[in-house]
Structures are given as C-alpha cells and as structure tokens.
C-alpha cells in the first residue's frame, strides 16, 4: 500500500496562495487515483478535488471551481493542490487520499478505502 505525506500547509492572507504537495512512497502513485480533502474546526471532511489513475480527468468541487488546480508530476511521485485567491472559508486541515479507481461517490471520505496522509494546516486570515 502505498503511504503518503502532504506538506505546504501555512498562515496566509486572503486573496494569496499555497500549493500543498501529496507524495507518495512505497508504491508509484500515479497508479492511484488521489483525492483532496479538508475539514474545518467542528466539520466534517469536505471533498476538494480529485485526479483519476487512467485517463487523468479532474474533479473540483464547486467552492473551489476557478480558484484550485490538481496536478500530477510522476517523476516525483507527487500530486499537488494550487491554491489561488485563497478565502477564510478554505481554512482547515487538508488530507490527501489514495485508491486505485476514483470512487462511485468520490465527494465523501468514506469512499476512499485506501490510504490517507496526515494532513497539513491551512488558514486563511487577515
């Protein structure tokens, strides 16, 4: 099962950016589909976006339609989140997920039986 690590998680100011990184080891993660989540203080974990293992197509919830970018760079077995024109609402800590198909209903964290990385603090405020 292959093991993952998010990191880029930071304190910044409305209107910035960040780019979270998800690497994976002990197993090549572009054979995985890769999901992001986050969850607020006292909330449930929200789906942010995802990346099938095949034919590469992307998901992006619609808070963050626009605003965020989900990409791949296999030679570094990494799947990063960018994070644009960044609002006190995205606060939370994001979670990366690893399956081998993106789920049916790839939105819920439930759906995603494979591995979950750690997460890393995001906060949005002025």
């Known amino acids: 099962q292959v093991q993952l690590v998010e990191s880029g998680g930071d304190l910044v100011q409305p209107g910035g950016s960040l780019r979270l990184s998800c690497v994976g080891t002990?197993?090549?993660?572009?054979?995985?589909?890769v999901g992001w989540f986050r969850q607020a203080p006292g909330k449930g974990r929200e789906g942010v976006s995802c990346?099938?293992?095949?034919?590469?197509?992307?998901h992006y919830a619609d808070s963050v339609k626009d605003r965020f970018t989900i990409s791949r760079d296999n030679a570094k077995n990494t799947v990063y989140l960018q994070m644009n024109s960044l609002k006190p609402e995205d606060t939370g800590v994001y979670y990366c997920?690893?399956?081998?198909?993106?789920?049916?209903?790839?939105?819920?964290?439930?759906?995603?039986?494979?591995?979950w990385g750690q997460g890393t603090l995001v906060i949005v405020s002025s």
């Open positions: 990346v099938s293992s095949s034919d590469m197509s992307t």
């Open positions: 002990g197993s090549t993660l572009d054979y995985y589909a």
């Open positions: 997920a690893a399956d081998h198909k993106v789920p049916v209903n790839p939105w819920l964290s439930d759906y995603w039986r494979g591995s």
